[in-house]
Nanobody, 131 residues
Framework: QVQLVESGGGMVLPGGSLRLSCAAS????????MAWFRQAPGKEREFVAA????????AYANSIKDRFTISRDNAKNTVTLQMNSLKPEDTAVYSC????????????????????????WGQGTQVTVSS
């Protein structure tokens, strides 16, 4: 089992920034690809950003590209989402997710963007962008 706990959400003005963190525990963190997803009221959960288990590869949704940055620290078992130039349409519950990929070299640069590909989820943190 992997436990994921998000933090850093809140309310911010349009154009502002927030930094979300996800702390993982329970298994070898470096064997897991990680991602952030979000879900706005009345909408399906959608992909935001992903990072490979090594941190060598990242992927972003077009809607947030060049505004958000995903990173990870395998020594601290954390994954972070830096969100800049926030817009009202970024308002949602943001959740981190973990997918077991093992420790073989070939998986070091794989990222995953589908909800169904992930094995573990955090409870989510609310981000509200409003004036």
């Amino acid at each position: 089992q992997v436990q994921l706990v998000e933090s850093g959400g809140g309310m911010v003005l349009p154009g502002g920034s927030l930094r979300l963190s996800c702390a993982a525990s329970g298994r070898t963190f470096s064997n897991y690809a990680m991602a952030w997803f979000r879900q706005a009221p009345g909408k399906e959960r959608e992909f935001v950003a992903a990072i490979s288990r090594s941190g060598l590869a990242t992927a972003y949704a077009n809607s947030i590209k060049d505004r958000f940055t995903i990173s990870r620290d395998n020594a601290k078992n954390t994954v972070t989402l830096q969100m800049n130039s926030l817009k009202p349409e970024d308002t949602a519950v943001y959740s981190c997710a973990a997918k077991f990929t093992g420790s073989l070299a070939y998986s070091a640069s794989y990222t995953y963007q589908q909800v169904a590909q992930y094995d573990y989820w955090g409870q989510g943190t609310q981000v509200t962008v409003s004036s």
